[in-house]
C-alpha cells in the first residue's frame, strides 16, 4: 500500500517559518504529481500548491512568495517550506499524492499560528 506521513508541525509566532515533511513508503518518481492542501476549522479543506512530474511547482495566491515545495529523492520524501507564516495559516496541512487515477493522502498534521 502506499502510504505518505506528513510531519514537522507545531506551534510558531506570527512571522516565523515552519517546514512539513511528507514522507512517501514509494519512491516520490512513482507520483504525476504531489501536493498539499489545508484545512482550517469550520472550512473546506484548499490547495495550497503543488509539485508536477515535470518539475514544476505552483502555490494558491494567499502563499504565494512564502510557501515553497521542494523534494529529496533518496529520502522519498517532499516539503512544504513555510515563511512569514500568519494566523491565517492555522490549519491541518495534508500530503496528497496522485499515480495514475488513483490519489493517496496523508494523516495531516496541526500548524498553529498565533499572533
Known amino acids: 500500500q502506499v502510504q505518505l506521513v506528513e510531519s514537522g508541525g507545531g506551534l510558531v509566532q506570527a512571522g516565523g517559518s515552519l517546514r512539513l515533511s511528507c514522507a512517501a513508503s514509494?519512491?516520490?518518481?512513482?507520483?504525476?504529481?504531489m501536493a498539499w492542501h489545508r484545512q482550517a476549522p469550520g472550512k473546506q479543506r484548499e490547495w495550497v500548491g503543488s509539485?508536477?512530474?515535470?518539475?514544476?511547482?505552483s502555490n494558491a495566491d494567499s502563499v504565494k512568495g512564502r510557501f515553497t515545495i521542494s523534494r529529496d529523492n533518496a529520502k522519498n520524501t517532499v516539503y512544504l517550506q513555510m515563511n512569514s507564516l500568519k494566523p491565517e495559516d492555522t490549519a491541518v496541512y495534508y500530503c496528497?499524492?496522485?499515480?495514475?487515477?488513483?490519489?493517496?493522502w496523508g494523516q495531516g498534521t496541526q500548524v498553529t499560528v498565533s499572533s
Open positions: 509539485l508536477t512530474s515535470g518539475h514544476i511547482t
Open positions: 514509494t519512491s516520490i518518481f512513482s507520483f504525476n504529481a
Open positions: 496528497a499524492g496522485l499515480i495514475g487515477t488513483k490519489s493517496y
